[in-house]
């Protein structure tokens, strides 16, 4: 092996050690550079709510502020102190404002931080008022992906009226649809009747808020008694009567006086005769949907039988009117699977025409 002269050796070592060592002092300048701005960032920080160098006082309780900071953060607050408001030449500015609500959104004008795990969900919205004001959209983003991650029936009638003032379209997109699956229990809840007029219509109008119609009537019953001087019209005019059983149309909503009588009697004649009725429906597809849930349709139904048999198969939505979609061999052990052409069905039955039915195993697949 031949060997380097030892001169050359030394400028290399001695090459690779300046590269070495000028990228210790690089990576040093960097480490020392972010030190600094960590620095900087935690001074700032340190002057929220601090009356060091304050310039400017907020609300009843002087609440203490800079206007460089607040002005550099919001251009609200920039017209407020630097353009040709009075409160530009005033010390003490006074905004008519949720105290605790102003101190969230200092603390993030100052840190970028934001503790929306800390508050109730109204004071929250507190918070988002703020920052749709103060023109914050980076704040609105985030308590909107807050509070879309946190609803609940208690509180996703509140959450459902401000993302609609405020046009968060994807929060009252989520709002709709964790409405659509908890139907049930947002119908028996007070928080509803906190639902604005325009909120109710579109809740109403979804085919996907397949609640007992029943229930709704009675809710916006209800929601009528507790805002008066609401046009309720509309709202009743969503409300689908012919799902209705002949009973409920008689002894709840014929005493009520909100319909006439000839507009009961034809969703009487609608429920006798059972067809093209106004089903509340969705798909789901992937999902089993041998529930008693409503179903838009076309789907596929899965029939496994321990021995071979000849079965009838029919759909119904009340258990009175039942379609017949035809009869079908379902031999020993195996999957057969029978399409059923468009038609919206909460009920499924299967019936034997050769002999018993033993351990069915039945699946209903929407099939897109």
Same mark, same amino acid.
């Given at each position: ?44 920080? *340190? ?30 607050? *920039? ?76 509180? %996703? ?47 109403? !109008? ?7 119609? %029943? ?70 597809? !992937? ?15 899965? %029939? ?8 009838? %198969? ?34 499924? *039955? ?19």
């Amino acid at each position: 092996m031949q060997e380097l002269p030892t001169s050359l050796c030394s400028e290399g070592q001695d090459s690779v050690l300046n590269k070495r060592k000028r990228k210790s002092q690089k990576m040093s300048t960097q480490e020392n550079n972010s030190d600094e701005i960590r620095g900087i960032a935690s001074d700032i920080n *340190r002057l929220c709510m601090n009356e060091l160098y304050l310039d400017v006082e907020v609300e009843d309780q002087r609440l203490p502020g800079h206007r460089y900071i607040l002005a550099a953060r919001s251009e609200y607050f *920039r017209a407020l102190l630097y353009g040709d408001m009075a409160e530009s030449k005033e010390r003490e500015i006074r905004l008519e404002v949720p105290v605790e609500a102003f101190r969230v959104i200092l603390e993030y004008i100052y840190s970028d931080k934001l503790p929306l795990s800390t508050l109730a969900v109204d004071k929250i919205i507190d918070v988002l008022v703020l920052a749709h004001l103060y023109g914050l959209k980076d704040v609105e983003t985030a308590i909107s992906k807050y509070l879309q991650q946190n609803l609940a029936v208690s509180n %996703v009638i509140v959450i459902l009226n401000a993302a609609r003032l405020y046009d968060l379209d994807q929060l009252t997109a989520g709002c709709l649809m964790f409405m659509d699956n908890n139907m049930v229990d947002l119908l028996k809840h007070d928080s509803i009747q906190m639902l604005s007029k325009e909120s109710f219509e579109e809740v109403l !109008g979804r085919e996907s808020f397949s609640a007992p119609e %029943v229930e709704i009537f009675r809710t916006l019953c209800k929601w009528r008694e507790n805002n008066p001087n609401e046009d309720n019209q509309t709202l009743f005019s969503l409300v689908r009567l012919p799902l209705m059983t002949i009973d409920d149309l008689l002894h709840v909503v014929r005493p009520s006086g909100i319909f006439k009588s000839d507009i009961i009697f034809d969703a009487i004649d609608q429920v006798n005769i059972g067809k093209n009725l106004p089903h509340r429906v969705v798909t789901l597809p !992937g999902e089993n949907l041998t529930s008693a849930k409503p179903l838009a349709q076309p789907f596929v139904l899965v %029939v496994k039988l321990q021995s071979q048999v000849v079965v009838s %198969v029919s759909v119904s939505c009340d258990q009175t009117h039942w379609d017949s979609v035809g009869n079908v061999i379902v031999p020993y052990r195996t999957i057969s699977p029978v399409l059923i052409t468009p038609r919206t069905v909460r009920y499924i *039955r299967i019936t034997s025409i050769s002999c018993g039915i033993e351990n069915c195993d039945l699946k209903a697949m929407y099939k897109e």
